[in-house]
């Protein structure tokens, strides 16, 4: 069954907008998501670098070419972004000093496509590799090691959606006043 990336985005964008509104001290941004990539750019990809996308995950980037800010401060790469520049190279620099936790597990730069990387504070979200492929697992990585763990793609963007909603409730609440 195919996710239903529209109704998860537009959800997504109301409560960053709500957010937005209460936002006073301007903690996080209120982003859109890019315009959806092209299959090709995505079949590019994966000829160019051998790796074979997860469904749900290449799905989503045919709806919505990676996102700005789309969890606080962290940034949901586009294709061009998975393939290098700054995001990918912070994330390669972290992995290989990250936390012992991590490295016990047989993590590193080589096991695990960075999806989503905060170029601000050491939170990633990363996807295991294994012969090519990329699981469907989603895990959250920082440096005590790995915070949450998603057995889809689909369900860690439905996890940036509750835990968005629970910012809102923060905001509501007077809890994210400076």
């Known amino acids: ?16 907008e709500a957010i937005s509104r209460l936002d006073v001290d301007r903690l996080f941004s209120s982003t859109l998501p890019s315009v959806a990539a092209p299959a090709s750019r995505l079949d590019a990809w994966e000829a160019g670098t051998g790796v074979t996308l997860d469904g749900g995950h290449r799905s989503f980037l045919l709806a919505a070419d990676g996102w700005p800010a789309f969890f606080e ?3 949901l790469l586009s294709v061009d972004q998975l393939a290098g520049g700054r995001h990918r190279d ?22 695990l ?16 590799v294994t012969d090519g492929q990329v699981a469907s ?32 409730a923060d905001f509501e609440s007077g809890a994210y006043r400076l």
């Open 113 to 128: 496509l960075p999806i989503a990387v905060d170029l601000e504070l050491p939170l990633y979200a990363a996807m295991p």
């Open 73 to 75: 401060t962290q940034d």
């Open 90 to 111: 912070v994330f390669t620099a972290w992995i290989e000093s990250a936390p012992a936790a991590a490295r016990a597990e047989g993590y590193s730069a080589a096991t």
């Open 137 to 168: 697992r989603v895990l959250s990585l920082d440096p005590s090691g790995i915070i949450d763990d998603f057995d889809s793609f689909e369900d860690y963007v439905d996890g940036v959606i509750e835990y968005t909603r629970r910012n809102l």
């Open 1 to 16: 069954m195919m996710a239903d990336w529209p109704t998860r985005i537009i959800e997504l964008v109301r409560l960053k």
